[in-house]
Nanobody
Framework: VQLQASGGGLVQAGGSLRLSCAAS????????MGWFRQAPGKEREFAAA????????SYSASVKGRFTLSRDYAKNTVYLQMNSLKPEDTAVYYC?????????????????????WGQGTQVTVSS
């Protein structure tokens, strides 16, 4: 399986972007799709995740209420809608999947539970 992240770009503070993560090579019926981000000079951190089957979601405190996950079964794609963007959201955003593993929600923020990663897409928020 391969993941292709897209949708990043440059946006002003308060603006919106929608990231996409398209999976190829297999159809997902289980597992979790997560988004992590890495700001310059910082470690990669968890942002959000969605269980492919059922659609349960989890968000970090820093993005909750501003970011929203959704998925499209037909396109094998997960979307991260990012609203009210702040300069501190500037980072490279990575999507990843835990499939075929299906970890509990308490572990969705742990990178080692994701076996396949996309290449990352840059999001830059100007003040």
């Amino acid at each position: 399986v391969q993941l292709q992240a897209s949708g990043g770009g440059l946006v002003q503070a308060g603006g919106s972007l929608r990231l996409s993560c398209a999976a190829s090579g297999r159809s997902f019926s289980s597992g979790v799709m997560g988004w992590f981000r890495q700001a310059p000079g910082k470690e990669r951190e968890f942002a959000a995740a969605i269980r492919w089957s059922g659609g349960s979601t989890s968000y970090s405190a820093s993005v909750k209420g501003r970011f929203t996950l959704s998925r499209d079964y037909a396109k094998n794609t997960v979307y991260l809608q990012m609203n009210s963007l702040k300069p501190e959201d500037t980072a490279v955003y990575y999507c990843a999947t835990s499939a075929p593993s299906n970890p509990p929600v308490s572990l969705w923020n742990v990178e080692r539970h994701y076996g396949t990663w996309g290449q990352g897409t840059q999001v830059t928020v100007s003040s």
